[in-house]
């Protein structure tokens, strides 16, 4: 069986000196800068590794200085159908990764990992997978918007890969991604954090997902970042901190794989967005 594929970025450069989301510390970061980074680097490590023994295979892209949170890949892309939509980043911090980014996966195109890669229009704002999520049960994407994508972005994702796009508005500022409040998996389940969304996008979110697969996750888990999770076959590989989400996943036959994202957290990412999963296609 082929491996499914992630991207991560080389953590060299990560670092917490800005502020973009009610997450990030800078003073934590600087008060002990060699021991983050120390910290950074170990629990990247150990993520790469938890993937590789979950049966994935990691494909390193370079990071930047000055552009530490290209360390979250997720944000720079949507790519199905080895086809990506390169992003348009909110915050002028982060805007920079996406010339990057272009970078990358051009040489992933070189490498016959992509078949096309484009950018999205100016004048739309869109940051990936953070807030477009593929479920492949629904053969369908999960679009967050608010924060930091448009509304009309979704549209016009749609249209470029001629695939169902359900927008969901989030509302509260600690999910400001949707990555971080909503996670399909691939036996058709849902994780979500409810409060997270409008009423609208919670009725849409019933309405779509049967009630026994849409899987209400507990404030506490939702808040170790731990519904930003990696599904790779019935490996789940989360953040830990989230016993009761555990608990769920192994009662429907998942195995939870925790792992230590503390410095990650710090800029209010974890597993998910800290990867970027080339190789899905359509069923
Ligand atoms: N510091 C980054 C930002 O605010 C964290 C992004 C984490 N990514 C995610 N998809 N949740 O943009």
């Keep these: 069986m082929k491996k499914p594929r992630f991207l991560m970025t080389d953590p060299a450069h990560y670092e917490v000196t800005y502020s973009i989301n009610p997450w990030m510390q800078p003073d934590l970061w600087a008060a002990d800068v060699e021991g983050s980074r120390a910290a950074a680097h170990a629990a990247w490590q150990k993520l790469k590794e938890t993937l ?4 994935a295979e990691v494909v ?12 979250f890949p997720s944000n720079s892309a949507v790519v199905l159908d080895g086809r990506a939509l390169v992003s348009r980043f909110r915050h002028s911090e982060r805007q920079p990764e996406a010339e990057r980014f272009l970078d990358v996966f051009r040489g992933l195109g070189d490498r016959g990992l992509l078949s096309e890669v484009e950018q999205l229009p100016e004048g739309l704002t869109q940051e990936g ?9 629904r053969q369908l994407f999960w679009a967050g918007h608010g924060p930091r994508s ?8 749609a249209r470029f890969f001629d695939a169902t796009v359900v927008p969901l508005e989030l509302v509260a500022p600690h999910y400001y991604h949707m990555d971080v409040c909503l996670m399909p998996l691939e036996g058709g389940e849902v994780l979500y954090f409810p409060p997270a969304f409008t009423s609208e996008g919670q009725a849409e979110l019933r309405s779509r997902v049967e009630p ?3 899987i209400e996750v507990a404030e506490q888990d939702a808040q170790a970042l731990a519904i930003n999770a990696v599904n790779v076959g019935r490996n789940v590989v989360l953040a830990a901190g989230a016993p009761r989400l555990c608990e769920q996943l192994s009662e429907r036959g998942y195995t939870p794989l925790e792992v230590d994202l503390t410095p990650f957290i710090q800029s209010g990412g974890a597993s998910f967005c800290m990867t970027l999963r080339l190789d899905w296609e359509r069923g």
């Design 52 to 55: 590789t023994q979950a049966g």
């Design 60 to 71: 390193e892209a370079p990071g930047a200085a000055g552009l530490p949170d290209m360390v």
């Design 129 to 137: 997978e953070g807030d477009c999520v593929w479920d492949p049960a």
């Design 212 to 214: 026994g697969q849409l």
């Design 150 to 157: 448009s509304r009309d972005a979704a549209d016009y994702v």
